[in-house]
């Protein structure tokens, strides 16, 4: 299973801590895992499972998962911020 550059990590800076979403690729159960974790815990996770076909893209489907799931964070908090001036800012 390719995993050159699978993984993708990224942080949303919010003034009580430092938010972080993960993606990860897990050959053991050949599934694409995403996290969110705050302050060391996990608030969520999301599970894709590979078949056969998806190896080939299986870093771009990674890419793909991680970046859906930063997106749906980012428009929660800005949703739960009300639209106030201060965006959440990756470092």
């Known amino acids: 299973m390719p995993s050159s550059r699978a993984g ?3 942080c949303v800076r919010l003034p009580s801590g430092t938010l972080t979403v993960q993606t990860e ?3 053991r159960t050949a599934e694409i ?6 302050r060391g815990r996990i608030l ?7 078949d056969a076909a998806d190896i080939p893209q299986a870093s771009e489907l ?3 998962a991680h ?7 980012r428009k929660s908090l800005h ?3 009300g639209g106030r001036d201060n965006e959440p800012q990756t470092p």
């Open 8 to 10: 993708r990590t990224s």
């Open 25 to 27: 690729l897990c050959t």
């Open 33 to 38: 895992v995403t996290m969110i974790d705050f």
């Open 44 to 50: 969520k996770t999301w599970r894709r499972p590979l």
């Open 62 to 64: 990674a890419a793909r």
């Open 67 to 73: 970046r859906e799931v930063e997106h749906e964070v």
């Open 79 to 81: 949703a739960i911020e």
